[in-house]
């Protein structure tokens, strides 16, 4: 919407002067995003970015484009479309025109030309391509199933594929049991999770471990600890005040799920999981191996939740008559010296956490992930026991959970 541009044109206001005002109120407000050279910080852990976006209209657009290199394993203009869209989401205005980009690190030419392109025509043609591409729709469609990665969306693409009918009628295909749960619960696991819905799942979670453990933490990450009204599951992050008391605490929780649930009346609350048993193991310490994913135990779930535990939905039912929804739940367990490194790790934004890596390495000569620091210099592995401390080892002013939206 350039309508702003032209009405204040009309109305004698110069454009510039405004942006300008805004501009610099932003450069202020985010002291901490300042770059070397005066210009916001190409880093998102430096910037500060809230679920506010005044530039959605870009954003979106290179969200498409960055899931459409990402679908062709073009790693460099996805990361470029990523970083971008990032960038422009930490804003307090809106880009009403070419000369607002100036200072903005992570915008190259292709970028550039995209926003270019929204400002004067209100869409991008390339955007517009990418949504009607075959290819694109069938992968965004695939990959959408719970279990189902880019390399089996691609090979049932090639397989001729084009439709979830399609699919499960395939005699042809060997579904994983996670891929069958994707399938059997696709609709339910499509529509998006709320926060009442977060908060009910959070409770039950909590009951069960409370059950074992009185002392156990349990604390939801990921999006909806950012703020978000929705998301696309539910994290967890439990754990003991004493290091090792967590372990064995999962698999007792999981069968207080199935069995004591059962025997309240509500059967089968627990539809599908997947545990992933902890390779994280004390004696490989110090290790230098820094990974994407981390070594805690934890659980890919599926759980039922009856409606009538969200206060929002009680007593309603969805267009099949079911008066519960399958939520995906992910449980991640870290020994109580982790807490703080696995809680910054999943609290996220992807962005937000690649760009801490990234600063870390760079600008600090340190590795960071889920378990913990070491600092390449003097060969130590720094401890923390919260996400500031781990800020202020990284010497970064700390950003609340909210301004990680990045
Ligand atoms: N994460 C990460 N790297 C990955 C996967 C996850 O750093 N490869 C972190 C960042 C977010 C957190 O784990 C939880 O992941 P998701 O649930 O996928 O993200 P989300 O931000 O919670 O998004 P949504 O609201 O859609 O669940
Ligand atoms: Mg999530």
């Given amino acids: 919407d350039i309508s702003w541009f032209t009405e204040s044109m009309r109305a004698g206001t110069p454009v510039s002067v405004e942006s300008r005002h805004q501009d610099s109120r932003i450069i202020k407000d985010c002291s901490a995003g300042l770059g070397s050279s005066g210009t916001i910080s190409q880093y998102a852990c430096q910037r500060k970015t809230t679920l506010k976006n005044c530039n959605k209209i870009f954003t979106d657009a290179f969200d498409v484009l960055a899931e459409h290199f990402e679908f062709n ?46 400002l004067e025509y209100g869409n991008s043609l390339k955007v517009q391509d990418v949504l009607m591409d075959e290819r694109y729709k069938t992968i965004k469609l695939f990959t959408s199933i719970f279990g189902v990665g880019l390399k089996t969306a691609e090979k049932w693409y090639r397989k001729g594929l084009r439709s979830l009918d399609e699919v499960k009628a395939d005699t042809s295909l060997r579904f994983t049991k996670m891929q069958k749960a994707g399938l059997l619960y696709y609709d339910d696991i499509i529509s998006s999770v709320s926060w009442e819905e977060a908060k009910a799942v959070g409770q039950i979670v909590k009951d069960a471990c409370r059950r074992f453990d009185p002392d156990a933490a349990v604390v939801i990450t990921g999006g909806f600890r950012r703020g978000k009204e929705f998301g696309h599951d539910v994290d967890f992050i439990i754990t003991t005040p004493e290091n090792g008391k967590e372990v064995g605490l999962l698999q007792k929780v999981l069968s207080e799920l199935t069995y004591q649930w059962k025997k309240a009346g509500r059967l089968g609350i627990l539809l599908y999981y997947d545990v992933i048993d902890s390779t994280f193991d004390n004696a490989q310490i110090p290790s230098k191996m820094f990974e994407a994913m981390d070594h805690f135990e934890k659980c890919f779930a599926i759980l039922k ?91 970064l002013e700390y950003l609340d959970p909210s301004e990680r939206n990045a």
Wanted: with cysteine; glycine share 6%.
């Fill in 73 to 118: 394993e073009n790693k460099g203009h996805c990361l470029a479309f990523m970083r971008a869209s990032s960038v422009l989401k930490s804003l307090s205005y809106t880009i009403r025109n070419y000369r607002d980009l100036e200072g903005l690190a992570c915008l190259g030419p292709q970028t550039k030309a995209v926003i270019q392109e929204i």
């Fill in 305 to 395: 939740l009856k409606k009538e535990l969200v206060s929002s939905k009680q007593s309603e039912k969805d267009i099949n008559g079911k008066d519960w929804k399958a939520i995906r739940v992910d449980l991640v367990i870290p020994p109580m010296n982790c807490y703080a490194f696995a809680l910054l790790g999943w609290s996220g934004s992807r962005q937000f956490e690649r760009d801490l890596r990234r600063y870390a390495n760079v600008e600090k000569k340190m590795l960071l992930d889920n378990h913990g620091l070491y600092d390449k210099t003097t060969g130590k592995f720094l401890s923390a026991k919260t996400e500031e401390d781990i800020f202020a080892h990284l010497g």
